[in-house]
């Protein structure tokens, strides 16, 4: 089985910067796809970013030139930078990646974000 441990969460104020991490319990470059999500209590979780492989990105259109994700091979890491942070931005962020045809989740890291 595969474990997914975010790191990062906390609290910044709005126009901060944060920035999170994933740790993987296997290689990041045999999974077909990662990704970060979030939740707001009482909505959905939603998609902020994944990376396809071989290293296709994709960012909701909310986060588009304010966040990056990346991966780094060596530490097995998949990580979002996330640039001037709104209040909107505030949410339990979730790792997430896929194995075919296995998902994996991990436990989620707060973001909270203060005006």
């Known amino acids: 089985q595969v474990q997914l441990v975010e790191s990062g969460g906390g609290l910044v104020q709005a126009g901060g910067s944060l920035r999170l991490s994933c740790k993987a319990s296997?290689?990041?470059?045999?999974?077909?796809?990662m990704g970060w999500y979030r939740q707001i209590p009482g909505t959905q979780r939603e998609l902020v970013a994944t990376v396809t492989q071989p290293n296709i990105i994709k960012y909701a259109d909310s986060v588009k030139g304010r966040f990056t994700i990346s991966r780094n091979i060596n530490e097995n890491t998949l990580n979002l930078q996330m640039n001037s942070l709104k209040s909107e931005d505030a949410a339990v962020y979730y790792c997430y990646a896929r194995y075919s045809p296995l998902d994996y989740w991990g436990q989620g890291t707060q973001v909270t974000v203060s005006s």
């Open positions: 296997r290689k990041i470059v045999s999974f077909n796809v």
